[in-house]
């Protein structure tokens, strides 16, 4: 236990003795929150004896799978980590501190909390500074993962480009936190309420790597192939663990490695539906004014209800596909 789940907020109690470990040292010049970072004990005896660790977002569990399945849910992503031989990190902020693995009682917590906000990067002092719960979207997840020595990340989907980009100047900061990360990620593509097309120029623009596992066609989330080809395809975890190695010894190492797995075809919606339930979507979208990081709850919801149940089956698909890959790849990269 880490938290008083009744207690106000900023004025946790202490953790009990031994419950979270001391930050990892890092490299001269990094830059911790202002209050440091918690440290699963697990998660920090891993990544100091050099065993593989996925980090895993707390958005999803928060803000983007429907009460109560989200904590269901979030126990299969790390089993399913467990089980593929690597140690999960799902990565929050708690009463203040960032924190680096979650035990049962606080990812119970971060689930059933209606306290937890939404926090990118930008996000990430205020709430810190002011003792708040926020769930951490793939940006900032990838930044706090980084900061802790995590190489590999588990995610459903990249934020891109928004399709009225050319008047809202609308962009998902998760892009520009590509470019500093220095993660392998691990996704499904970009959500398809996205310009999947723009956003793999802005991906090229920025010189972020982009990897199709056993394909050439860039995922579209709840659809294995968004009609977007890649240039580069990998079929096994050793290839990309391959290719990572390269990218660090070319010193590319601030920028991440994007591994687009898609979601099996035996398990992705059905396209036909798909592409009514999207056109609605960007109809309420449109009507409801819906902008910023509001889009992507707001997509998930409107997707589940409208599919009566099978978007969040392609969406759990993918995601446990993800978190396996990923653990397969955080195994590789640690064989010299």
């Not at 050439?216 to 990309?240: I, K, N, Q």
């Not at 709850?297 to 759990?316: C, K, Y």
């Amino acid at each position: 236990m880490i938290i008083g789940v009744s207690e106000r907020r900023g004025e946790a109690e202490p953790a009990r003795p031994g419950a979270y470990a001391t930050p990892l040292p890092l490299a001269p010049g990094s830059v911790l929150p202002v209050n440091g970072l918690r440290i699963l004990p697990e998660v920090a005896d891993a990544l100091a004896a050099g065993r593989p660790v996925v980090a895993l977002e707390s958005t999803i569990i928060a803000h983007g799978l429907p009460r109560p399945d989200n904590l269901r849910i979030a126990r299969e992503i790390e089993g399913r980590v467990r089980a593929a031989g690597a140690v999960p990190a799902t990565i929050a902020i708690v009463h203040g501190r960032p924190s680096i693995g979650l035990d049962a009682e606080t990812l119970e917590f971060v689930a059933g909390s209606r306290e937890v906000l939404k926090a990118g990067i930008r996000d990430l002092a205020p709430v810190t500074a002011r003792g708040g719960h926020a769930a951490t979207t793939v940006g900032a997840t990838a930044h706090l993962a980084h900061q802790a020595g995590i190489r590999v990340f588990a995610t459903g989907g990249l934020g891109g480009v928004h399709r009225q980009a050319r008047e809202s100047w609308d962009e998902s900061a998760d892009l520009i936190a590509l470019t500093g990360c220095g993660l392998t990620v691990v996704c499904s593509g970009v959500k398809s309420i996205l310009d999947v097309g723009a956003t793999l120029e802005r991906l090229e623009s920025l010189n972020v790597t982009v990897l199709g596992f056993g394909t050439h066609a860039f995922p579209g989330f709840y659809l294995a192939d968004s009609g977007h080809r890649l240039e580069w395809r990998v079929d096994t975890a050793d290839e990309v663990a391959d290719v990572v190695r390269a990218h660090e010894a070319l010193g590319l190492g601030r920028t991440a490695v994007v591994v687009a797995n898609p979601v099996p075809r035996g398990d992705q919606m059905d396209p036909d539906l798909h592409d009514r339930v999207l056109g609605r979507a960007l109809a309420a979208l449109a009507d409801g004014g819906v902008r910023g990081k509001a889009v992507t709850p707001f997509l998930l919801e409107f997707f589940h209800r409208e599919t009566r149940g099978a978007s969040l089956a392609a969406n759990v698909a993918l995601i446990l596909g993800n978190a396996d890959l990923a653990a397969r790849i955080a195994r590789a990269l640690t064989i010299t």
